[in-house]
C-alpha cells in the first residue's frame, strides 16, 4: 500500500455551520502534500480530524492506515504533529522538552537520551540544552518544536501553519529541515495560507469555504489556470 492518507466525502458540521464540506483526496507516501487556503478556508479543522482530535462528522479517512473513528489512538502513536499555536512548554528547558515528550511517545529512556542529543546537536543548540524554551527567537522555537514533533520516528508529520509569523530566511531554513525529513521517507501534511510555499510541495490541495477548489502540483495547478505564481492560482479560486 504506497497511500498515507486517504479521505473520502470528510464532512465536519458545528451546528448549522460546516466547517468541511465533504473533502476527497489522497495523500501518497513520502509525499510532501501541501494543504493550502485562505485563514478559515477550514484547513485546522480538517487537520484535527486527521490526527484524531475531533471526530468527522460523515464521511471515511485513513491516517497510516488507521481509521479515524474507531483508531484514534492508533494514529496519535504513529504521527507527528505540530501545531500553529507553539506546542511546547515554555517553562522546561529545551532538553527537559525533549525528554518529555520521548517519553509521551513512548520512547525508552535510552532511546530518549540519544533523541536528545541527536537533537541538540542536528539544532547546535548544546550550547542552549537547559535554556528555558519561553526565552528562544520564534525561529528557533519552530525549528525545535519539529524536531520534537519527529522525535518517536512517525510516519506521517502533520505541521499546522508550522512558519506563521517568522521572516522569510526563517521560513525557507525551516522548508530544509523538511525537505531533509521527506528525505527519509516520511510524509509531510502541511497546512499553511503562504502561497508561496506551494511551490515547495510535492502536489497541494487548495480549500476554498471548506471545500477542495484544486488538488495538483504546482506546476499542473498554474497551468491549468493559466497562471504564473500560485498567488495568482488562489485569487482566481478565490474569486469564483
Known amino acids: 500500500m504506497n497511500t498515507a492518507i486517504t479521505a473520502h466525502h470528510l464532512t465536519k458540521r458545528f451546528g448549522d455551520f460546516t466547517a468541511v464540506d465533504a473533502i476527497s483526496f489522497e495523500v501518497k507516501k513520502g509525499e510532501i502534500f501541501g494543504f493550502l487556503g485562505a485563514n478559515g478556508a477550514g484547513k485546522t479543522t480538517a487537520i484535527r480530524m486527521l490526527t484524531g482530535l475531533n471526530r468527522p462528522t460523515d464521511g471515511e479517512a485513513t491516517v497510516a492506515g488507521f481509521d479515524v473513528y474507531r483508531q484514534s489512538e492508533k494514529i496519535k502513536e504513529n504521527i507527528g504533529y505540530m501545531s500553529q499555536k507553539f506546542s511546547l512548554y515554555e517553562d522546561l528547558s529545551i532538553r527537559q522538552n525533549i525528554r518529555f515528550y520521548g517519553g509521551i511517545y513512548g520512547l525508552r529512556s535510552k532511546e530518549i537520551k540519544e533523541k536528545t542529543e541527536h537533537i541538540l546537536t542536528s539544532l547546535n543548540l548544546e550550547a542552549y540544552a537547559d535554556k528555558i524554551v519561553g526565552e528562544l527567537p520564534l525561529g528557533w522555537k519552530q525549528r525545535l518544536a519539529f524536531a ?54 510535492d502536489r497541494i490541495s487548495i480549500m476554498v469555504d471548506g471545500k477542495i477548489a484544486a ?24 474569486r469564483r
Open 215 to 238: 488538488l495538483g502540483s504546482p506546476g499542473e495547478l498554474k497551468e491549468r489556470f493559466s497562471a504564473t505564481t500560485m498567488d495568482e492560482v488562489f485569487v482566481k479560486l478565490a
Open 148 to 201: 520534537v514533533a519527529n522525535v518517536h520516528d512517525p510516519a506521517i508529520v502533520f505541521l499546522d501553519e508550522p512558519t506563521g509569523g517568522v521572516d522569510p530566511a526563517t521560513r525557507r531554513r525551516f522548508w530544509e529541515m523538511i525537505y531533509a525529513t521527506a528525505n527519509l521517507g516520511r510524509t509531510i501534511f502541511v497546512t499553511t495560507h503562504y502561497m508561496d510555499e506551494a511551490e515547495y510541495c
